[in-house]
């Protein structure tokens, strides 16, 4: 077996809010015969299988995670092409967003400006559907995604962008197994030289709105049909609210930020919380759009 295999690995540099206990079983394949191997293991052993990517949207429990955690941070690669009307790109699930972002940027097509400042993996925006509030064209990871591969028993199956169903923050269609490989493309009609501009301006409206200096992952609930998260959790007076070091940011209120030592309980306390509160206030129920692994 060429792939190591860790044990009792700690989490807390795996995910972007830093909490967590550790794997029993971690490994970081760089290949998908890598991957492969990895999932054989797994079957060996008979131990469940957890898919971590850049891990800026889940919450690891403290006592950590059983069985083999499978991190896509080193499962890279991005080729480019032109066809005589769409470029076309082909990246690994591990590689980074920003990848993609600055290749799309330096053909001057509009992916790159939504894709400017969203953090994780293409695996993660995938199953996320990851996208932004704002109004422009594209804004989630649809619209530019023509295919996903998965690897299931041991069979590399593409599904084509119609084969899955997609909406706000989820994806489904593709599972079970592990998102290996996708295909972006966008037209070249598109072409706008201020694309370049346009993705500085809105990477640096990010920066200004969000607490991106602080370890937290991104917009914790998902915004209710129609209302906005933050907008609630601020009018329900929560703002700064903090459980241990777990705390409402003072910049977003959906954001929730680990002050230096928050555990995972602490952030589990507080969701529920605000999730009372805003309930008890509005009569809404705040979701969330974090995964609790
Ligand atoms: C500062 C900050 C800002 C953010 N802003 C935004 C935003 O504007 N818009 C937005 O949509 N999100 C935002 N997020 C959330 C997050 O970055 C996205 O959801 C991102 O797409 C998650 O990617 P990831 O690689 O970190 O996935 P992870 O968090 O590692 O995983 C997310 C889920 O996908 C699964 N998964 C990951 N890779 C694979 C794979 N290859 N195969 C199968 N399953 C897999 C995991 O098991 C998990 O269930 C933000 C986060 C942070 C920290």
């Excluded at 009372?276 to 509005?282: A, D, H, L």
């Amino acid at each position: 077996m060429s792939l190591a295999i860790d044990r009792n690995t700690d989490l807390k540099k795996y995910n972007s809010w830093k909490i967590g206990g550790p794997a029993d079983h971690f490994c970081l394949p760089q290949t998908i015969d890598e991957m492969i191997e990895a999932v054989e293991y797994a079957k060996d052993l008979r131990l469940p299988i957890t898919i971590l990517g850049s891990g800026s949207n889940v919450l690891i429990p403290d006592s950590g995670l059983k069985g083999l955690v499978i991190c896509t941070k080193k499962f890279k690669g991005l080729e480019t092409q032109k066809t005589k009307e769409r470029f076309v790109i082909t990246a690994m699930a591990g590689e980074p967003k920003f990848s993609l972002a600055k290749a799309f940027i330096k053909e001057n097509l509009p992916p790159g400006i939504f894709l400017s400042g969203l953090p994780g993996d293409v695996g993660g925006g995938i199953v996320m559907n990851a996208g932004i509030a704002e109004q422009m064209t594209p804004r989630e990871f649809h619209e530019m995604t023509d295919w996903v591969e998965v690897l299931r028993d041991g069979q590399i199956i593409r599904f084509e962008k119609s084969q899955l169903q997609w909406s706000y923050r989820h994806c489904l269609g593709w599972e079970p197994g592990i998102i290996v490989r996708a295909g972006f493309s966008w037209s070249l009609a598109d072409i706008d030289k201020t694309i370049k501009d346009k993705a500085a301006m809105f990477a640096k409206t990010r920066k200004d709105r969000q607490p991106l200096e602080m370890p937290s992952c991104g917009s914790t609930f998902v915004n209710p049909p129609g209302n906005s998260a933050g907008r609630l959790i601020q009018d329900s007076g929560l703002k700064g609210y903090q459980i241990g070091d777990a705390q409402v940011s003072l910049k977003h209120a959906n954001f929730l930020v680990n002050l230096g030592n928050a555990k995972a309980s602490d952030f589990v306390a507080l969701i529920s919380h605000i999730q009372k509160t805003v309930k008890e206030k509005f009569n809404i129920e705040l979701k969330t759009e974090v995964k609790f692994l």
